[in-house]
């Protein structure tokens, strides 16, 4: 959990100046005031980020939080093999922003360059330094866990300016930068901070450790944390010759260091095989950071290839980076629909009034780890896929979303994915004649500097055959999902 120093009342000005100013006459208060409001610089990010003029945000800044953070401030360290390199470098290229993002690849070796494509839309590529003194004794792992521990020390040796911090990941872990940003500026970068998540697998947490970050779904250690680190991790490394990864040799100085692990559920280490419907479409009320292991899950978007699918979800991300794939749940009464958003990503009919605390918890559309479907293989609750033909939701994966100006929002259009559902005796509509979503939704750049709330969903009436519209935004005064 966010330390209560993370909320942004923490960042307004003392209120002492302002209560010290209207004590004098009403004129000179006045005009302290009309000059505070004028100069005072972070009363100003403050106006600007409360600000929701839309068309000013397109396209998406990263914008100011609690912290004052900004994508700059960030340096990305990715975790690079050569071996895997061609391959790997696609997912690098998905999320990465030439001349916006800060940060490097460490290879093990040096590899060719030879397309513009790759020098134009990649980060600057380094060598890590060599690591064969260090003693590496565990018969599973490899030993390049070593080098790839270091690299957080090797991008501080770097000295790049006015960066606050690292955020480490591998060359298959895809990012939302912005959602970095969001969820980083919650914490006070001038402090000892070590932020990431879990594994998926209770068991590969038991393993390794609740108390680590999994390095494949990335996780940030703030500026003088990685000063401290810098100073003391050969000497730590060599103190744990045994353990498997990079992962758990950076969590065994980071006990040393006495700094805990802060966790942000958004990151994903995705240590499960399959199709990721479910545990997407349950994500937990929290900006989706960071996803992994794309080489091992199915494509996230069926019937496209794997970094296609990913493309696919970040184009959705462009329109409001804030919400992609979180969740609401709306009924269509009339019908005797239960409907299960996850914005940005895919839309589920299922037949029947199905309760929310059903519905929000993911289904095992997954499987395990150790490749077994067992519902106590997770850290987190799962459902079972349903079983009767009756029960099978009804997909519609996002198809394009576009905004409408002169509304001023942002059109998601979900079309009904091929696979035919089984047929049903149930006396209840199909919601096999819907063939097309529409998702009506404001952006919401500011929604995590609130208290976490899932967006209420409405079905809109329409007269348009196969077609449904829903709305999709804040809940209302007293709205409520009643089943
Ligand atoms: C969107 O729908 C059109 C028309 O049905 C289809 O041709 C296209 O392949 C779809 N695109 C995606 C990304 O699903």
């Avoid at 794309?294 to 978007?301: A, E, K, M, N, S």
């Avoid at 077994?372 to 394009?400: E, I, K, M, W």
């Amino acid at each position: 959990m966010p330390p209560s120093s993370s909320s942004p009342a923490t960042q307004s000005p003392p209120s002492f100046t302002l209560a010290a100013a209207l004590r004098f006459a009403l004129p000179t208060s006045l005009l302290l005031l009309l000059f505070y409001l004028l100069y005072s610089p972070k009363l100003l990010t403050t106006t600007t980020t409360n600000c929701h003029d839309l068309t000013a945000s397109k396209p998406e800044q990263p914008v100011n939080h609690g912290y004052d953070l900004e994508l700059k401030h960030i340096a990305f360290c990715i975790a690079a093999s050569a071996n895997l390199w061609d391959s790997r470098k696609e997912y690098i290229k998905l999320w990465w922003r030439p001349g916006e993002t800060r940060g490097a690849v460490w290879l093990d070796h040096q590899v060719e360059i030879d397309y513009d494509d790759d020098r134009r839309n990649l980060p600057e590529i380094h060598i890590s330094e060599d690591t064969s003194r260090f003693p590496y004794t565990n018969r599973q792992g490899h030993r390049s866990a070593i080098r790839i521990s270091r690299i957080v020390s090797e991008a501080l040796r770097l000295g790049l300016a006015d960066v606050r911090w690292f955020v480490m990941g591998d060359d298959d872990t895809v990012f939302v930068v912005e959602n970095v940003v969001r969820v980083l500026s919650r914490y006070d970068d001038k402090e000892f901070y070590y932020v990431g998540s879990s594994s998926e697998s209770h068991l590969q947490n038991i393993f390794f450790s609740y108390s680590m970050a999994y390095g494949g779904g990335g996780f940030a250690i703030s500026y003088p944390l990685a000063m401290e680190l810098e100073k003391m991790q050969d000497r730590c490394i060599k103190r744990y010759p045994g353990l498997y990864g990079s992962d758990d040799r950076m969590q065994a100085c980071m006990a040393e260091l006495n700094v805990p692990l802060t966790k942000e559920p958004g990151f994903h280490q995705n240590d499960i095989y399959g199709n990721l419907l479910g545990l997407l479409s349950g994500h937990p009320v929290t900006p989706l950071v960071s996803l992994h292991h794309f080489d091992i899950i199915d494509p996230i978007f069926p019937g496209m290839e794997r970094v296609e699918s990913l493309k696919h979800l970040l184009e959705s991300a462009k329109y409001d980076s804030a919400s992609i794939i979180q969740q609401s749940i709306c009924y269509d009464r009339k019908q005797e629909w239960s409907v299960l958003v996850s914005w940005g990503f895919a839309i589920q009919i299922m037949r029947g009034i199905i309760s929310p605390r059903e519905l929000e918890s993911p289904t095992r559309t997954f499987i395990n780890w150790y490749k077994v479907l067992d519902f106590t293989a997770y850290a987190f609750n799962t459902r079972p896929v349903a079983g009767h033909p009756c029960q099978q939701p009804f997909v519609f994966y996002v198809n394009s979303t576009k905004y409408d100006k002169s509304r001023r929002q942002i059109i998601g259009i979900y079309t009904y994915h091929d696979d035919p559902n089984p047929p049903c005796p149930w006396g209840i509509e199909s919601p096999e004649k819907i063939h097309t979503i529409v998702v009506l939704k404001h952006e919401d750049p500011d929604r995590w500097q609130k208290a976490p709330r899932k967006d209420c969903c409405r079905v809109v009436p329409s007269s348009k055959e196969g077609i449904m519209y829903l709305w999709v935004g804040h809940c209302g005064q007293n709205e409520i999902i009643e089943t």
